[in-house]
């Protein structure tokens, strides 16, 4: 009896829908489905990329995890070994402090007035503690000379030294001054420009680290300013440790009154940065929600007008015996394969495009400059690149995709398709026999 039914609905189904008549309209949806959930997917994916690559190396490098600072930020503070000492002996879970100061200058290549000058940001850093920041070492790849930090010692990220100034080598003489209009080296540039030899070029992944900053000694920071002053001191914890409760313990700390200094975490000190990634990403995911309301509101408008078209074959199956269960599988059914096949294909093809879009580009970039090359004369034709690290600010391309952030955007997308399409086909099952001759059946 239960076999004598399914060969009923599958035999009812097939002829209720006719014959291919909706291949082509279920193919439209599926793709639409598909498609859009693989674009969201990419998107995402890159986005997450994006945010992690340069969150993880803006704590990391740039900001630790949490910073000492003075009170008054307008003022530096003394340079004491005695704060640092009494935070590994009180605090276990800090695996590094470095002291450090940042100054925005001007870096000249070649002992003339003309050479090349460059804006960067420099960092002055105690060498022996920053050898204990095992994340920070990690990140920063040294890729040509070494990390010595010796006395007049610089290192340079790699982007300014070898694709700006390719002429700079290993132990090059460079001379660093604060003045934008260059004035003060016009006379002796030793005592008016501090001179560094350059010891090492490294590598972040990060075109705004490798392109504009350069790391020096704190000596030498001293020996250049005359003075004793730093900035900050940053905290890296130990892996596994609870950030926010150590945090806690060393704002209790009664070192911080004494020495008038407070601690603002990572997300404190970039709060504003971190809020514009978390509202890019919220606007990106309320486009996206539209995109798929709209395609929701094409299969409910599809399976409606389908409904319409076969509503007088509805009515007969009807006043033959069978029951509104049957019709409604055969819609369900219908709408079963277009949510799950649809969200399956979109989330392949979709990590697939965001694994591979590197080749993607290059195929594409490929292309379109060997058309270009064609119409435009070769002294005005400028190869086009899509992904340019001088834009994106960050020399490698990561894509990251968190397990229940695709299990909730697949289900969503699963959830949404059968509502759109269980409204028209409960209106289906409802219809009664007697308007077929209401209709002049």
Known sequence: MRNHNFKFRMYTG???????????????????????????????GVMNGFQD???????????????????????????DRTIIDELYRQIPEIEAAVPFCDRDIIILFRNKIDSDRQPVKLR???????????????????????????????????????????????????????????????GKKEKDAGEFRVSGYFNTGSYDYDRYWAFISLSSFFKLTETNQIDNIGLKFKKGVNRRVVT????????????????????????????????????????????????????????????????????????????????????????????????????????FISHN???????????????LAIAIPAEIFEPIVIYDTSIYYQTDFLVKFGFSELAIMYFSIVLLTLLSAYIPVTKAARLRPNKILQEGL
């Open 248 to 351: 806690e313990k060393i704002r209790n700390l009664p070192l911080l009154k004494e020495y008038g200094l407070e601690i603002k975490t990572a997300e404190e000190t970039n709060s504003a940065y971190f809020a514009a990634l978390r509202l890019e990403k919220t606007m990106i995911m309320f486009l996206f929600v539209i995109i798929f309301l709209m395609v929701a509101t094409n299969i409910f408008g599809t399976l409606r007008l389908t409904i319409l078209e076969k509503k007088e074959k509805i009515l007969i199956l009807k006043a033959l015996g069978t029951v509104p269960r049957d019709i409604e599988q055969i819609f369900l059914f219908e709408s079963f394969i277009l949510a799950f096949g649809g969200a399956t294909v979109g989330m392949l093809l979709g990590i």
């Open 14 to 44: 097939s002829k209720l829908m006719g014959k291919n008549s909706g291949a082509p309209i279920f193919a439209a949806l599926f793709a639409g489905i598909a498609g859009s959930f693989a674009v969201l997917l990419v998107v995402i």
């Open 357 to 371: 879009i590197l080749n993607i580009f290059a195929v594409a970039e490929f292309f379109i400059n060997s058309l």
């Open 53 to 79: 690559n340069y969150i993880t190396r803006r704590v990391e490098i740039a900001s630790y995890h949490a910073s000492l600072m003075p009170i008054d930020n307008k003022q530096g503070c003394t340079y």
């Open 124 to 186: 002055a850093v105690d060498p022996e503690e920053l050898r204990k920041d095992s994340r920070f070492n990690e990140l920063f790849n040294i890729t040509h000379g070494s990390l010595d930090l010796s006395q007049d010692k610089i290192v340079l990220g790699e982007e300014l030294g070898w694709r700006e100034l390719s002429f700079a080598r290993i132990n090059s003489a460079v001379y660093l001054t604060p003045d934008i209009s260059l004035q003060t080296l016009a």
